[in-house]
């Protein structure tokens, strides 16, 4: 035994040298799903693996660019960006970084199983042009590749095929692939424990190429240890019992309870993520109507209606309790293409909404469904309740009809609603994202519309996607600002407002709030 | 007897059957884990890839027999959500919910049966009012606030408990326990109490209902004639014939708490098989859902064949009308 303490006074005396232990206990209602850094483009995944793997380009504080594995990035030829690769890096269990591991990781993020296409869609190929120097030939010029190879993560090429997970794993395939479970990345903290659904636990990689960068040179956490907690009581209660030291998602109607208590803090800021209600604006006759033989949301002064029948600043206040950004248009300024002049909205003018809608032929307003999630975004089926009562002092007669997720998106992607809340958020960071997801016509092309359940087709609005997409500088900013004004005055949806995003975490913890709802913990303190 | 065993058994298999069939037919409303697995972003010809590579495109009668082909042979494939195998998900749960309500039903009977035999003893003692005043909050009060309740009281107020999760545990080969833990014991105290709280006031009411019933009857007087001392009248008569439905109760009610332990593993983010149930709910995931439903199906005819064993045991009656096979 004395032996044991001695062994145990020596070990302490020897690790007072390095980093002094900080352990970090945090929780979130969800769990990943997988440690696949390809399989699943979902926040909960990312905000685990992030912390593991490193992309050639990070992000800063304020979600900007940093070099990550790569040094430095240009675009050579209008097809081509070159990434010059950081030397002397290694993986996790000590193979060493390569050009060949970024090739094989971006066309593993093009596989078919991969569910990142988003961020490699332009990309025809990744070839080795120098050994530590990458060219990304794209099939067309793409002005916003680094923004989106910002959220690819590099793997060993050496590894994966040791453990035969050369590509994402596939739900189909019998046995469970290696990387469900494992992971072997170069980042700031490497995988000790993974027991799904019940704690996660990573420690510091002190050899990390980015200690020394000025921003986390004070991030002194050695150990994080995540426990998913579904149960939001249970959450919060874990919090203010000292079990926990941080929560990511704590819910609305606790924050003041948390604000006042000892020890607590709470960190707020917005979230790239806007809340809208789109609409049916191709049919004839509207599915969920009391209109027969004509569809009232194709007559723009029915959308200016419903639009200035809302008291925005009444859900701000009441609904949302001050944590929302009120907004006239469908991305926040931190997404590139963003304009202050564009951001404006119809007032809210209730004599006037009802002599629009008289004009329009509705003098005693209509019946019509709203379907709206109840549990995806902060507070949605209030936001509704909200909505159905103002609208009724207009007279349009809505009938609420709120769903959880699982059935609400199945619903809408049926392209089986009249008008519905969404929430949209943007991980490129940039407009075109937006712009190409949920106003493009649907014309079958790779991202075309494929969240434009409402069918909105503007041919103006589609050549200024076209242009988006194929041309860069100024030509670009043109075709975003004016498509932002065809948003405003077209009024393809009605905007609500962009998201905040609390944190809650107790008074010793700290950490940057980011608007990707993600924490790097690289960047934490502990005290 | 070997002959009652293979009739119940060869009864249950169409109790299995008819509850993979509802369950399975139920699945087509819980949504769609196609639309959850692609995520934000995908095409037409992503998604009709990946329906045909999950069979969602075939019909549901040949689903169906795939899935029962399957189940019969143990494999049940990969979670939708997890992309783990089902059946080792389920492994990994079972023990956390085996031990949560083998403690809930145990703490049931040891302070459920003596309370019932002393309110029924003592009917108009002041501690047996208080007894039957407190089994109406545990038969009333739902069981997520009762949790949240004694979370409130013994882990934010108090500290003496921790709020979630299972502790530290010790693995025994596939078997993982919390019982050989400091931290795991600590973690199973709240969480058993919440799920066995209800079965606790249930046993007590029916041990004194039928201890009163008991009491009154002809043999309990003739024992007290006999000079029997109170002890003995009490618990080796009484008691003894009061077991019968006890046993039928606790038997049926070991099942539910088995299958309904879901909101007690909700609240207390405990890691057994309702949590995972609850979370694959979320996700849709079918292979999941129906294995889980499966196994809880196959749980409770096991408790029923037990208890009906357990009959015989205690109740002699059944073996000699069972020898004269007449009534």
Same mark, same amino acid.
């Given at each position: ?54 992309? @050639? ?15 430095? +990035? ?84 050496? +590894? ?36 799904? $659904? ?40 874990? @919090? ?7 929560? @990511? ?36 006759? @509207? ?23 809302? $008291? ?111 929430? +949209? ?103 | ?16 059957? /008819? ?7 139920? %699945?087509?409303?819980? =949504? ?11 095409? &037409? ?7 045909? *590579?999950?069979? !969602? ?17 143990? *494999? ?33 009977? !040891?302070? =459920? ?14 501690? /047996? ?14 069981? %997520? ?54 079965? !606790? ?8 209902? *039928? ?53 007690? *593993?909700?609240?207390? &983010? ?11 709910? =979320? ?16 749980? %409770? ?19 000699? =009308? ?6």
């Amino acid at each position: 035994m004395r032996k044991l303490l001695m062994a145990a006074a020596l070990g302490l005396a020897l690790g007072a040298g390095m980093v002094e232990a900080r352990t970090v206990r945090w929780s979130a209602s969800g769990d990943p799903n997988t440690m696949d850094p390809h399989s699943q483009n979902l926040g909960t995944v990312t905000m685990v693996l992030q912390q593991i793997y490193d992309p @050639l380009i990070q992000r800063t504080q304020d979600l900007g660019l940093a070099p990550g594995l790569a040094t430095r +990035w240009e675009q050579v030829e209008p097809n081509r960006w070159r990434f010059w690769l950081r030397e002397g890096v290694k993986f996790h269990e000590g193979q060493d970084f390569t050009a060949e591991d970024v090739v094989f990781s971006i066309t593993r993020a093009q596989a078919p199983t991969s569910n990142y296409g988003i961020f490699v869609d332009t990309i025809d190929r990744a070839v080795q042009a120098e050994p530590f120097v990458v060219d990304v030939i794209t099939r067309v010029p793409d002005p916003i590749l680094p923004n989106k190879i910002a959220s690819v993560f590099i793997m060993s090429r050496a +590894w994966s095929e040791q453990h035969n997970a050369t590509r994402p794993q596939n739900t189909r395939a019998r046995e469970e692939m290696h990387t469900v479970r494992a992971t072997n990345g170069t980042g700031a903290f490497r995988l000790q424990t993974r027991e799904p $659904d019940v704690r996660t636990i990573l420690v510091r990689n002190n050899d990390w190429w980015g200690w020394q960068e000025p921003a986390s040179r004070e991030g002194n956490v050695t150990e994080i240890i995540y426990r998913p907690i579904s149960s939001d009581a249970t959450r919060i209660a874990a @919090l203010l019992s000292g079990e926990i030291d941080f929560v @990511l998602d704590p819910p609305l109607q606790d924050l003041n309870r948390l604000r006042a208590a000892q020890g607590i803090r709470v960190l707020e800021g917005p979230e790239v993520r806007t809340i809208f209600l789109a609409m049916d604006v191709h049919r004839d006759e @509207l599915l969920y109507s009391d209109v027969r033989g004509r569809n009232p949301l194709r007559d723009l002064r029915v959308r200016q209606a419903l639009y200035q029948a809302i $008291d925005i600043q009444a859900i701000h206040r009441t609904t949302m309790r001050g944590q929302s950004v009120v907004t006239g248009t469908f991305f926040p300024p931190q997404v590139n293409g963003y304009v202050q002049e564009e951001d404006v909205r119809l007032p809210y003018d209730q004599a006037r909404a009802r002599a629009l809608l008289a004009e329009a032929g509705y003098p005693n307003g209509f019946g019509i469904t709203l379907d709206c999630p109840n549990n995806r975004y902060i507070n949605d089926e209030q936001i509704c309740q909200a909505i159905v009562a103002m609208w009724a002092r207009v007279g349009v007669r809505a009938q609420l009809n709120a769903m959880p997720l699982n059935l609400f998106f199945p619903k809408i992607q049926r392209d089986d609603s009249s008008i519905y809340l969404l929430g +949209w958020g943007v991980p490129t960071l940039d407009a075109l994202y937006s712009f190409q997801s949920l106003l493009r016509s649907r014309d079958g092309g790779q991202g075309n519309g494929i969240w434009n359940y409402g069918r909105y087709s503007n041919p103006r609005m589609d050549q200024l996607i076209d242009i988006m997409v194929n041309q860069s500088g100024e030509a670009r900013n043109n075709a975003i600002r004016e498509a932002l004004r065809i948003y405003r005055e077209d009024v393809p949806h009605i905007p609500l407002h962009h998201q905040m995003i609390p944190w809650a975490m107790r008074s010793n913890f700290q950490i940057p709030h980011m608007a990707n709802n993600q924490p790097y913990f690289r960047w934490a303190r502990m005290n | 007897m070997f002959a009652f065993i293979v009739s119940r058994i060869l009864q249950a298999l169409p109790v299995l059957l /008819s509850v993979a069939l509802i369950s399975f037919a139920m %699945f087509a409303y819980v =949504g769609d884990p196609v639309a959850i697995m692609l995520g934000q972003d995908y095409t &037409q010809a992503q998604r009709d890839a990946l329906v045909a *590579e999950l069979g !969602l495109d075939r019909p549901f009668w040949v689903q169906f027999a795939t899935f029962i082909g399957n189940a019969a042979q143990g *494999e049940f494939g990969l979670s939708y959500r997890l992309s783990r195998p089902v059946a080792d998900l389920i492994a990994e749960r079972a023990p956390a919910t085996l031990e949560l309500a083998f403690t809930a039903a145990v703490l049931a009977l !040891l302070v =459920g049966v003596p309370m019932g035999v002393y309110t029924g003893l003592y009917r108009n003692s002041w501690l /047996s009012r208080f007894f039957l005043t407190f089994s109406l909050i545990g038969v009333s009060l739902p069981t %997520f606030l009762i949790g949240i309740l004694l979370i409130l009281v013994f882990a934010v107020w108090l500290g003496w408990l921790p709020s979630f999760g299972r502790g530290d545990t010790v693995r025994l080969g596939a078997w993982t326990t919390g019982f050989l833990t400091v931290s795991g014991l600590k973690a199973l105290v709240l969480p058993a109490i919440t799920l066995g709280l209800f079965q !606790l006031t249930l046993i007590m009411r029916l041990v004194r209902a *039928e201890m009163l019933e008991v009491l009154r009857a002809d043999y309990i007087k003739f024992a007290r004639a006999r000079g029997l001392p109170n002890r003995a009248v009490h618990f080796g008569h009484a008691l003894k014939n009061t077991l019968v439905p006890v046993i039928t109760i606790v038997g049926l009610q070991l099942g539910a708490i088995i299958a309904f332990a879901i909101v007690t *593993e909700t609240v207390f &983010q405990w890691p057994g098989m309702g949590l995972l149930f609850i979370q694959s709910v =979320g996700a849709a995931d079918i292979p999941v859902m129906s294995a889980y439903l499966l196994l809880i199906s196959l749980v %409770f005819v096991t408790i029923n064949l037990i208890v009906d064993l357990l009959y015989y045991a205690v109740d002699p009656r059944l073996r000699i =009308g069972r020898g004269k096979g007449g009534h």
